[in-house]
């Protein structure tokens, strides 16, 4: 069974950073590629940043330069680096699997001052 979970999540003031991870199970991590989705209060989900298996990276265009998406394949573990946090940024953090539906739980980020 695919499993994704997602940790790293919490409340930070407006500049700081963080750093979101996303661990999968059950299937051949080195194959899939990766992206992270956010949610904000009342808004529709979102695609934030993706990873190819071979580690060529795409990010929506309010993260390009502050967020950084990366993958441990030994750890079988997608990260998502986090800086210059603005309010804007408060969501809930979802991994994916990309070209299957399969999500995991999120982890919430909170930015306020």
């Known amino acids: 069974q695919v499993r994704l979970v997602e940790s790293g999540g919490g409340l930070v003031q407006p500049g700081e950073s963080l750093r979101l991870a996303c661990v999968v199970s059950g299937t051949i991590f080195s194959a899939i590629g990766v992206a992270w989705h956010r949610q904000p209060p009342g808004k529709q989900r979102e695609l934030v940043a993706s990873?190819?298996?071979?580690?060529?990276?795409n990010y929506t265009e309010s993260v390009k330069g502050r967020f950084t998406i990366a993958r441990d394949n030994a750890k079988n573990t997608v990260y998502l680096e986090m800086y210059s946090l603005k309010p804007t940024d408060t969501a809930v953090y979802y991994c994916t699997i990309i070209g299957r539906p399969i999500w995991g739980q999120g982890t919430l980020v909170s930015v306020s001052s």
């Open positions: 990873i190819t298996p071979g580690g060529i990276t």
